[in-house]
């Protein structure tokens, strides 16, 4: 049966949300969405231009540092 990721969160950033992205009329427009639906068997993608996570208030990170992510399904 189906999933969803419903939280993110980081404790590099004082905001984490899962987002989508879609153009309106040549203009990029990001929301953050409740819940990202995960259908059985099949793949979804989290990348620029789509789905997204977005850290706000990032901390400072180095340059290839790793940052962990809690990631809550339902």
Do not use: C, W
Request: glycine share 6%.
């Amino acid at each position: 049966s189906d999933s969803s990721l419903v939280d993110v969160s980081s404790p590099v950033a004082a905001v984490a949300e899962i987002h989508t992205m879609a153009m309106d009329n040549g203009v990029m427009k990001m929301r953050q969405i409740p819940a990202l639906t995960l259908p059985a068997n099949a793949t979804v993608e989290l990348k620029p231009g789509g789905y997204h996570l977005m850290l706000i208030d990032v901390a400072a990170l180095k340059d290839g540092e790793t940052v962990p992510l809690k990631l809550t399904f339902a």
